[in-house]
């Protein structure tokens, strides 16, 4: 009897011990990318690099015409059921400038509500390198509510690969997303959907400049997220630059050939000057201006400490107004491959990163 009963314990630990190596096995990667996350501040932010398969190629087969949509990809192909929400938000400036020795920079602030930022490093397979900002508070998590609160809180960060708001690959093609009130967007002209930060990721996977990144807008119907519109500004190492807005539901590119440099939160197509931030874009245009797009790193991040959108902010759901100001500055070497961000407009917490290639 007692001999059953010892083969029988034996059987069950193994069959645990099997269990545990399985399901170790299986999520290796998503273990490994909850590892590496990391607090850098109590502004809050974080790091995080990621190991694992986020199927950007499945997700493109069928795309996605809703953040709904978008979630239940997420949800289905890595967060294994947990839900999570997508709602991108945020007022915002992008320049470009050449630093003295001739690399190409790209300036980004991105101002919002008091935010939970993250750095998310991905190495996808088949496709490039990136470095991307996202704001974990557009997947749902808040300051009730931190990734390190609790395991399931940490395990919705996995899905930060599909809302990066701005980031740079290993090509030296940087994007980032502003607001725009009259841009909000929803194609149906029969090519595969997608939605504002999935387009982002993809571009950051799959592009290498700005006209391969336009080529690849240009096949897919692009839907906005949440309940605003939106335009990118996207740059290269080569020093091309454009702005993507959409106006009437039709995609239009901006070049740098005809002036467009920088943006912040008007519409630039045709003149129309619909919405914020045109008092930020003057000041970013006459710094260019006067220097002749000449400016070190440095200098780049002065002037987007310069240009803050503050004032407050009305949250969906919230029957409040909330003190907004700039979460993060970012300064990207397109040539060098180098991202150094500033979060809370606070130079003491500068963090600087590389893409080595």
Same mark, same amino acid.
């Given at each position: 009897? =007692?001999?059953?009963?010892?083969?029988?314990?034996?059987?069950? @630990? !193994?069959?645990?011990?099997?269990?545990?190596?399985?399901?170790?096995?299986?999520?290796?990667?998503?273990?490994?990318?909850?590892?590496?996350?990391? /607090?850098?501040?109590?502004?809050?932010?974080?790091?995080?690099?990621?190991? %694992?398969?986020?199927?950007? &190629?499945?997700?493109?087969?069928?795309?996605?015409?809703?953040?709904?949509?978008?979630?239940?990809?997420?949800?289905?192909?890595?967060?294994?059921?947990?839900?999570?929400?997508?709602?991108?938000?945020?007022?915002?400036?992008?320049?470009?400038?050449?630093?003295?020795?001739? &690399?190409? +920079?790209?300036?980004?602030?991105?101002?919002?509500?008091?935010?939970?930022?993250?750095?998310?490093?991905?190495?996808?397979?088949?496709?490039? /390198?990136?470095?991307?900002?996202?704001?974990?508070?557009?997947?749902?998590?808040?300051?009730?509510?931190? *990734?390190?609160?609790? +395991?399931?809180?940490?395990?919705?960060?996995?899905?930060?690969?599909?809302?990066?708001?701005?980031?740079?690959?290993?090509? #030296?093609?940087?994007?980032?997303?502003?607001?725009?009130?009259?841009?909000?967007?929803?194609?149906?002209?029969?090519? @595969?959907?997608?939605?504002?930060?999935?387009?982002?990721?993809?571009?950051?996977?799959?592009?290498?400049?700005?006209?391969?990144?336009?080529?690849?807008?240009?096949?897919?119907?692009?839907?906005?997220?949440? &309940?605003?519109?939106?335009?990118?500004?996207?740059?290269?190492?080569?020093?091309?630059? %454009?702005?993507?807005?959409?106006?009437?539901?039709?995609?239009? @590119?901006?070049?740098?050939?005809?002036?467009?440099?920088?943006?912040?939160?008007?519409?630039?197509?045709?003149?129309?000057?619909?919405? !914020?931030?045109?008092?930020?874009?003057?000041?970013? =245009?006459?710094?260019?201006?006067?220097?002749?797009?000449?400016?070190?790193?440095?200098?780049?991040?002065?002037?987007?400490?310069?240009?803050?959108?503050? #004032?407050?902010?009305?949250?969906?759901?919230?029957?409040?107004?909330? *003190? !907004?100001?700039?979460?993060?500055?970012?300064?990207?070497?397109?040539?060098?491959?180098?991202?150094?961000?500033?979060?809370?407009? &606070?130079?003491?917490?500068?963090?600087?990163?590389?893409?080595?290639?």
């Amino acid at each position: 009897m =007692k001999k059953a009963l010892k083969i029988t314990g034996i059987s069950i @630990v !193994s069959v645990l011990l099997l269990v545990v190596i399985g399901v170790g096995t299986l999520f290796f990667g998503e273990i490994r990318t909850l590892l590496s996350f990391k /607090e850098l501040n109590g502004h809050p932010f974080y790091e995080m690099t990621y190991h %694992a398969d986020y199927g950007l &190629d499945e997700f493109l087969e069928k795309g996605a015409a809703t953040d709904d949509e978008l979630v239940g990809f997420v949800t289905q192909k890595i967060l294994k059921g947990i839900p999570f929400e997508v709602n991108p938000d945020g007022a915002c400036s992008t320049f470009i400038a050449t630093s003295p020795e001739g &690399d190409n +920079l790209f300036g980004r602030n991105f101002d919002y509500v008091p935010s939970i930022g993250m750095i998310v490093r991905t190495t996808p397979k088949d496709d490039y /390198e990136s470095i991307s900002v996202v704001n974990l508070n557009h997947l749902g998590l808040s300051a009730e509510n931190m *990734p390190d609160k609790n +395991l399931l809180n940490r395990v919705i960060t996995l899905a930060a690969p599909y809302a990066p708001l701005d980031g740079i690959n290993e090509k #030296g093609l940087a994007i980032g997303v502003l607001v725009i009130n009259k841009g909000i967007v929803h194609q149906s002209t029969g090519k @595969v959907p997608i939605t504002t930060t999935s387009a982002i990721r993809m571009i950051l996977d799959k592009a290498a400049t700005v006209k391969e990144a336009i080529a690849l807008l240009e096949q897919y119907d692009m839907n906005s997220s949440g &309940d605003t519109g939106y335009h990118f500004q996207i740059a290269d190492a080569t020093g091309d630059t %454009a702005i993507i807005e959409y106006i009437d539901d039709e995609m239009h @590119v901006l070049t740098k050939e005809e002036g467009y440099t920088a943006a912040t939160n008007f519409v630039l197509y045709n003149d129309m000057n619909e919405g !914020s931030g045109q008092d930020r874009y003057e000041v970013i =245009k006459a710094k260019q201006e006067e220097t002749g797009g000449i400016m070190n790193e440095e200098e780049a991040m002065e002037l987007l400490l310069s240009v803050p959108s503050q #004032g407050t902010r009305v949250i969906e759901g919230l029957n409040e107004t909330i *003190p !907004s100001d700039t979460q993060w500055s970012c300064v990207y070497n397109l040539d060098d491959l180098t991202l150094q961000i500033c979060t809370g407009r &606070d130079q003491a917490r500068t963090y600087y990163y590389k893409i080595d290639k």
